[in-house]
């Protein structure tokens, strides 16, 4: 018995031996081999995923919630549906009026709207053609058959990508960045996030022969990742989530990988102004509140080359405007080579607001009117001055300046826009899509002043220096700085400041803004000697009054001459100053003589 075991145990070490001199020799073979018992040992197994939708763009992956619904629309007729808001990049945008049933889609070359049979207008001209589209818990899918039927459509630059044997329906957007990398060796594709934790704490483990669960409790595979390019968006610094070749979706850990090369976006808009000027703008805003001025006793302003009157205001939710256009006004400022951009406003209304930006007849109307208006009078541009907005209606105001754009473009009109620093509170900062807006309007206007506002609790300065440097350099990140205008304030703030009656060691302020004539008739007044404040770049008074500690943050010319360079550093357009008649005279020549 004994003998016999010997010999059983040499001729299994001869049969082994020779099994390896083979593997050395037979490569190919050794390889198969090995697979095989990898594929019976290893923790994981190849399974199915049920095909979903998908959209590669802006940098990511995403799975639409309603894939079923949407699967099956593709099963029954073979038509795919997309998420229009997938297919906004840049300029394009788009708004869903429930109300009239009515979709427009606005971008820098059309203006296209869908009534609720699809029937689709062009350039507010009826076509022959139509897009399906529905909606599921208000969020829109149109045909992406019909999309690419309408030559007009073309320009959005989604693609769908051929669908292969694992059945996803996946849509890129050509005009949003894209990651990819390139797979050098074989990855496994794991079907989540979970296995794939789970899968990289097992295969690395020696105790396979003695753990049973990693033989009968395998992690789900989907796809096996050979040498190829592939889509890729991180998740985290451990993470990446792919779309291979064949339109196989899942993850893959990042050590599997070389680096991100980014697959390079082409731009659908020209997002630059279609106006030019030779010299810096100069712009200055005129409050009219209940009359206009007697331009007989306006100054000469040196320099100025644009004037925004505050002529009209939004006066319902249905789009109706009131007016305060003088013919007078109008005629002066021909006189004086300078140009003419009407401001209209919101009146500051955040509910009519809401309504109206919700409203496509109303914004119509409202447009139609403004465009009446400029070609009636000859205005050159519309400055549009939408303050306190919700935040929720950030993508409503958005679109809604892209069709006023549209319609101004047509008819050669300067649109500009006032907006406050990015940041800040909700309905007065945040509610502005700075970059979008930018890319949208001739000029954006940003408000760089009211860094203390009226009714701040504590004392500051309407615009200190860095304050608006800060800002403004922010915005040129994601502006194009010869698109920008900045904002300069000719009024300060004089701050009351008294003992709280009610609580503690606790001062209550309040604020009441003067022009530059009256905040030196008050330094005047108390024989003050203010003081030069170098952080701030702005001259600093202060003095008792009854009660009261007053504080004053000065303007004038030095001050604003001082950031007007802003403008040179940055390459800006040019500044807005509100507002005429608070300046002194020598305010004009202090700007120009920066600016030229």
Same mark, same amino acid.
């Given at each position: 018995?004994?003998?016999?075991?010997?010999?059983?145990?040499?001729?299994?070490?001869?049969?082994?031996?020779?099994?390896?001199?083979?593997?050395?020799?037979?490569?190919?073979?050794?390889?198969?081999?090995?697979?095989?018992?990898?594929?019976?040992? #290893?923790?994981?197994?190849?399974?199915?995923?049920?095909?979903?939708?998908?959209?590669?763009?802006? @940098?990511?992956?995403?799975?639409?919630?309603?894939?079923?619904?949407?699967?099956?629309?593709?099963?029954?007729?073979?038509?795919?549906?997309? #998420?229009?808001?997938?297919?906004?990049?840049?300029?394009?945008?788009?708004?869903?009026?429930?109300?009239?049933?009515?979709?427009?889609?606005?971008?820098?070359?059309?203006?296209?709207?869908?009534?609720?049979?699809?029937?689709?207008?062009?350039?507010?001209?009826?076509?022959?053609?139509?897009?399906?589209?529905?909606?599921?818990?208000?969020?829109?899918?149109?045909?992406?058959?019909?999309?690419?039927?309408?030559?007009?459509?073309?320009?959005?630059?989604?693609?769908?990508?051929?669908?292969?044997?694992?059945?996803?329906?996946?849509?890129?957007?050509?005009?949003?960045?894209?990651?990819?990398?390139?797979?050098?060796?074989?990855?496994?594709?794991?079907?989540?996030?979970?296995?794939?934790?789970?899968? @990289?704490?097992?295969?690395?483990?020696?105790?396979?022969?003695?753990?049973?669960?990693?033989?009968?409790?395998?992690?789900?595979?989907?796809?096996?990742?050979?040498?190829?390019?592939?889509?890729?968006?991180?998740? @985290?610094? +451990?993470?990446?989530?792919?779309?291979?070749?064949?339109?196989?979706?899942?993850?893959?850990?990042?050590?599997?990988?070389?680096?991100?090369?980014?697959?390079?976006?082409?731009?659908?808009?020209?997002?630059?102004?279609?106006?030019?000027?030779?010299?810096?703008?100069?712009?200055?805003?005129?409050?009219?509140?209940?009359?206009?001025?007697?331009?007989?006793?306006?100054?000469?302003?040196?320099?100025?080359?644009?004037?925004?009157?505050?002529?009209?205001?939004?006066?319902?939710?249905?789009?109706?405007?009131?007016?305060?256009?003088?013919?007078?006004?109008?005629?002066?400022?021909?006189?004086?080579?300078?140009?003419?951009?009407?401001?209209?406003?919101?009146?500051?209304?955040?509910?009519?607001?809401?309504?109206?930006?919700?409203?496509?007849?109303?914004?119509?109307?409202?447009?139609?009117?403004?465009?009446?208006?400029?070609?009636?009078?000859?205005?050159?541009?519309?400055?549009?001055?939408?303050?306190?907005?919700?935040?929720?209606?950030?993508?409503?105001?958005?679109?809604?300046? +892209?069709?006023?754009?549209?319609?101004?473009?047509?008819?050669?009109?300067?649109?500009?826009?006032?907006?406050?620093?990015?940041?800040?509170?909700?309905?007065?900062?945040?509610?502005?899509?700075?970059?979008?807006?930018?890319?949208?309007?001739?000029?954006?206007?940003?408000?760089?002043?009211?860094?203390?506002?009226?009714?701040?609790?504590?004392?500051?300065?309407?615009?200190?220096?860095?304050?608006?440097?800060?800002?403004?350099?922010?915005?040129?990140?994601?502006?194009?700085?010869?698109?920008?205008?900045?904002?300069?304030?000719?009024?300060? #703030?004089?701050?009351?400041?008294?003992?709280?009656?009610?609580?503690?060691?606790?001062?209550?302020?309040?604020?009441?803004?003067?022009?530059?004539?009256?905040?030196?008739?008050?330094?005047?007044?108390?024989?003050?000697?203010?003081?030069?404040?170098?952080?701030?770049?702005?001259?600093?008074?202060?003095?008792?009054?009854?009660?009261?500690?007053?504080?004053?943050?000065?303007?004038?010319?030095?001050?604003?001459?001082?950031?007007?360079?802003?403008?040179?550093?940055?390459?800006?357009?040019?500044?807005?100053?509100? #507002?005429?008649?608070?300046?002194?005279?020598?305010?004009?020549?202090?700007?120009?003589?920066?600016?030229?």
């Amino acid at each position: 018995m004994k003998k016999t075991f010997i010999r059983l145990f040499f001729l299994v070490l001869a049969l082994v031996f020779m099994t390896a001199v083979i593997l050395s020799i037979n490569v190919e073979m050794n390889i198969k081999i090995r697979r095989k018992a990898n594929e019976f040992l #290893r923790p994981y197994e190849i399974v199915n995923v049920q095909p979903k939708v998908y959209f590669i763009g802006g @940098n990511g992956i995403y799975e639409d919630p309603n894939s079923m619904t949407l699967m099956d629309h593709y099963a029954q007729a073979e038509r795919t549906f997309i #998420r229009l808001s997938w297919i906004l990049s840049e300029g394009i945008t788009y708004h869903m009026d429930f109300g009239n049933e009515q979709i427009n889609i606005a971008t820098d070359k059309h203006f296209i709207s869908l009534d609720s049979n699809g029937k689709l207008s062009l350039e507010d001209q009826e076509t022959e053609d139509s897009i399906e589209w529905f909606t599921i818990d208000d969020v829109v899918y149109i045909s992406y058959e019909d999309l690419k039927g309408s030559e007009e459509l073309e320009s959005f630059g989604i693609e769908l990508r051929e669908v292969t044997e694992n059945g996803n329906i996946i849509f890129e957007n050509y005009w949003q960045e894209r990651k990819m990398i390139n797979i050098t060796n074989e990855v496994f594709l794991m079907a989540d996030e979970e296995s794939l934790a789970s899968y @990289n704490e097992n295969r690395y483990a020696l105790n396979f022969l003695f753990d049973l669960k990693n033989i009968f409790f395998k992690e789900p595979i989907i796809h096996e990742l050979k040498k190829e390019t592939v889509i890729v968006e991180p998740i @985290n610094e +451990n993470i990446l989530k792919v779309v291979s070749d064949d339109n196989y979706v899942g993850y893959i850990a990042t050590n599997e990988s070389q680096e991100f090369e980014l697959l390079a976006s082409m731009s659908s808009v020209d997002s630059g102004s279609l106006f030019t000027y030779e010299d810096p703008i100069i712009l200055t805003w005129e409050a009219v509140y209940s009359f206009n001025p007697n331009t007989e006793n306006i100054l000469p302003m040196k320099g100025v080359n644009v004037l925004s009157p505050t002529w009209y205001e939004l006066s319902d939710s249905s789009g109706n405007v009131s007016s305060k256009v003088s013919t007078d006004y109008i005629g002066w400022a021909n006189s004086q080579n300078i140009e003419l951009w009407v401001l209209v406003s919101n009146a500051f209304d955040i509910n009519m607001t809401h309504e109206f930006l919700h409203d496509a007849k109303a914004r119509k109307h409202f447009i139609d009117f403004m465009i009446s208006e400029s070609k009636r009078y000859g205005f050159e541009g519309i400055n549009i001055d939408f303050e306190n907005v919700y935040l929720a209606d950030k993508d409503a105001l958005t679109h809604f300046v +892209n069709e006023f754009k549209w319609h101004a473009k047509k008819h050669g009109i300067v649109l500009s826009m006032d907006v406050t620093i990015m940041g800040g509170s909700d309905n007065w900062s945040k509610c502005y899509d700075h970059a979008k807006l930018g890319k949208i309007v001739d000029f954006l206007i940003v408000m760089t002043y009211d860094e203390y506002w009226a009714s701040s609790p504590v004392s500051g300065p309407v615009a200190s220096y860095d304050w608006v440097y800060k800002h403004t350099l922010l915005l040129t990140e994601v502006v194009k700085p010869e698109k920008l205008i900045l904002g300069l304030p000719t009024y300060t #703030r004089v701050w009351r400041e008294r003992p709280s009656t009610l609580l503690a060691n606790v001062m209550v302020t309040k604020s009441s803004a003067i022009g530059m004539e009256a905040q030196n008739n008050l330094i005047e007044k108390y024989e003050l000697k203010p003081i030069w404040d170098d952080v701030d770049k702005l001259y600093y008074a202060s003095f008792f009054e009854e009660d009261a500690l007053v504080k004053m943050w000065i303007e004038n010319a030095e001050t604003l001459a001082i950031r007007s360079d802003i403008v040179n550093q940055l390459d800006l357009a040019g500044v807005g100053v509100w #507002r005429r008649g608070f300046e002194t005279q020598d305010v004009w020549d202090a700007i120009y003589d920066v600016l030229h």
